[in-house]
């Protein structure tokens, strides 16, 4: 007989109907453990927890599981907000013996409610190398039957050592944490410390590892990897490889020293690095980092949107020198004497800034403009009108020309630069562009059954098929943008992606991905290749992808995916980290949950939510996902049964199956998930 319907907890009356024969915390339940011989399940919750959810489907509705707990165990249900106390001196136990805890919490009592067996939610079946409930439950009812003496004198030990507060926390190590370690460690010693990057000339921007340094920072607080990424950013953002006036990064350096360019800028760079220099200011605030990251997404709004939302793929590195030839950098380096003539007496403190010389640092005395490391101190207002003085006489020479082909995959990676950046400083100019690109994908890109085209032009699609890193790239950034802009239908978008990435590009039995689609035109042999180009790999985009959707609804298929997915990374982390940095970054988003934030509001323009919103955003835990809404919305599997407190906007944070307390204060959100 189930007691709980004429509890007061919305917790408890949430369970009344169970099939389980629930009883509330009370002497009268412990004595019916007395007097039948069975153990106690000790199960707490709270009504809006997540995961506290998910068990009671699986496993407390489920008849069969509930016959055999009504057999074999007496339950009671605890409302950890009703009854904070019985929360607290079972949380301890749960976290000295697991090192770990967290809501939904199961735990096994002796008749004298001494502890003996801890766990927080168990799953129907086995999963990620936990046991399923049921495992559990007969694992616990045999050491009861055949071992009980024993299990008693485990559970007075336990009390006794909370008793004495003699608590060990042993911790259980993630998965990968040794070759990740191992990756960090290969980057150090490729790491060139004068100049920052990696390796010699030709020197390309390392987006990917660098995402993964600041991950893999966030999580484990390891300053040698902040120093690496930071360094780095630095490095190229102070020199030619960097549009000094425009914003915006060529394709790499000729040199190691990030001066020379080749000229040719790229959408897929520019949006990776746009969300790297985003992420960097997320987690040290630097106002270099913040005004890169700013003019990169404006160069990108400015010179390759087109006319119908998108993006461009690129600019050309020559253009006309003004003499009839086409010439490399033309439209980018500088002579004193074309410093003169454009500034007249503040030439000279423009060539010093800008490192402009008679030699020149490029072809025929030119000089490509950067950042000296010794540029001393400037008039920050002089500075400004000599810049803008010199963007203009530049936007009069012939500009390059603009590949206007529409690529799915780099649209993608664009619309999550943008979102983010937007979000991030409050500029919904950018989250606009963002979304025009978006619709021009769905309205263009996207057939009736969702599969996707890799490129249109003029609004007009184009005949190829999408590849993996189409799905993968374009479903990123539906989730970014899901979560900037509180509008489920691109959570929905990427998971009709990502379900083309599990049913056509994914081997079955190995959980291996391939480039092209198991129906796509047949070659002499199937293009598979896990490792980082220019820009991450179809098959470790789509690692974390299939990762944040998990996280966004719970689907176990596409969390699998992604876990058997990211096994390569285990590989070739060690060996060639530099080449596999997305995947790296991915495997830094699984050690860590990913985490899941609910912001819940009384609607989203309430300045208390946007604040909470914002706050989760800026939030420098590994892959985390954000979903924001009302209460009684229905646009994110994860604002479910996420009421206001008191009235008040709130924030919900789970990981790897289990809630913490909801919170109105960002302070405290922000110290959950990091960042400033």
């Known amino acids: 007989m189930n007691r709980l319907a004429h509890e007061t907890s919305p917790y408890l009356l949430q369970h009344a109907a169970n099939p389980v024969d629930w009883w509330p915390w009370s002497a009268e339940a412990f004595k019916e453990a007395r007097r039948s011989g069975r153990p106690v399940l000790l199960s707490v919750g709270y009504s ?348 009069r020479r012939p500009a390059p020309g603009r590949d206007d082909k529409i690529v799915a995959a780099w649209n993608g990676l664009a619309i999550a630069a943008l979102a983010e950046t937007g979000a991030y400083f409050d500029r919904p100019d950018l989250v606009e562009a963002a979304l025009g690109a978006a619709d021009l994908l769905v309205r263009v890109h996207l057939d009736e059954h969702a599969r996707l085209a890799r490129t249109s032009k003029d609004g007009r699609v184009g005949s190829n098929s999408g590849v993996l890193e189409d799905y993968a790239d374009v479903a990123e950034g539906f989730l970014a943008l899901a979560s900037v802009t509180g509008e489920g239908v691109w959570l929905d978008f990427a998971g009709l992606l990502l379900g083309h990435v599990l049913a056509r590009f994914t081997d079955p039995g190995s959980g291996a991905l391939y480039d092209t689609a198991a129906d796509a035109e047949r070659l002499i042999r199937r293009p598979q290749d896990p490792t980082d180009n220019a820009t991450p790999s179809g098959w470790s985009a789509a690692a974390g992808a299939l990762l944040s959707y998990a996280a966004h609804t719970g689907s176990e298929a596409h969390r699998t995916a992604a876990e058997r997915a990211l096994g390569v990374v285990g590989a070739l982390g060690p060996r060639v980290p530099r080449f596999i940095g997305w995947g790296l970054a991915v495997a830094e988003a699984l050690l860590d949950g990913p985490r899941e934030v609910a912001v819940v509001g009384p609607s989203l323009t309430d300045e208390a939510t946007t604040t909470l919103h914002r706050t989760a955003l800026q939030g420098t835990a590994p892959g985390a996902v954000v979903a924001v809404g009302t209460p009684d919305g229905d646009e994110f599997p994860l604002l479910a049964d996420r009421p206001l407190v008191s009235g008040a906007a709130a924030a919900y944070v789970c990981r790897g199956f289990t809630c913490d307390a909801p919170t109105t204060d960002p302070d405290r959100l922000r110290s959950t998930l990091g960042g400033r």
């Open 48 to 395: 809006s927890c997540h995961w506290c959810h998910v068990m009671a489907h699986e496993s407390f509705e489920d008849q069969e599981t509930a016959d055999y707990l009504n057999e074999h165990f007496v339950s009671v249900k605890v409302d950890r907000e009703e009854r904070p106390d019985v929360d607290a001196v079972y949380m301890e136990a749960v976290q000295a013996a697991t090192g770990q805890g967290g809501w939904p919490m199961t735990v096994f009592l002796t008749p004298d409610a001494e502890p003996f067996y801890f766990g927080t939610y168990f799953p129907p079946e086995p999963r990620h190398g936990m046991p399923s409930f049921r495992q559990v439950l007969e694992g616990v009812r045999q050491a009861w039957s055949t071992r009980r003496e024993e299990v008693g004198e485990v559970a007075g030990k336990i009390v006794r050592d909370l008793a004495q507060r003699e608590i060990a926390h042993e911790g259980t190590r993630p998965p990968g944490e040794q070759e990740l370690a191992q990756a960090l460690l290969g980057l150090t010693r490729e790491y060139d410390p004068q100049r920052g990057g990696f390796g010699g000339a030709p020197k390309f921007p390392p987006s990917m590892v660098l995402e993964f340094l600041l991950r893999h920072h966030a999580r484990t607080g390891a300053e040698g990897a902040l120093q690496m990424a930071r360094d780095t950013c630095e490095r190229m953002a102070r020199g030619g490889i960097y549009d000094q006036l425009g914003g915006g990064f060529a394709r790499y350096s000729v040199d190691r020293d990030w001066t020379v360019p080749h000229f040719e800028k790229m959408l897929y760079d520019n949006a990776l690095l746009c969300r790297v220099y985003a992420h960097l200011w997320r987690v040290t605030g630097s106002g270099l980092a913040r005004r890169v990251a700013l003019e990169t997404a404006d160069f990108l709004v400015r010179e390759l949107r087109t006319n119908e939302g998108g993006f461009a793929s690129a600019l050309d590195a020559d253009s006309d020198d003004g003499s009839g030839r086409h010439v490399e950098g033309a439209y980018y380096v500088w002579t004193p004497e074309q410093l003169r003539d454009v500034l007249g007496d503040d030439a000279e403190v423009a060539a010093r800034f800008f490192g402009v010389t008679e030699e020149g640092t490029f072809e025929e005395g030119q000089s490509v403009l950067r950042l000296p490391q010794d540029e001393g101190v400037f008039d920050a207002e002089r500075i400004a009108s000599v810049k803008s003085r010199l963007l203009a006489a530049r936007d």
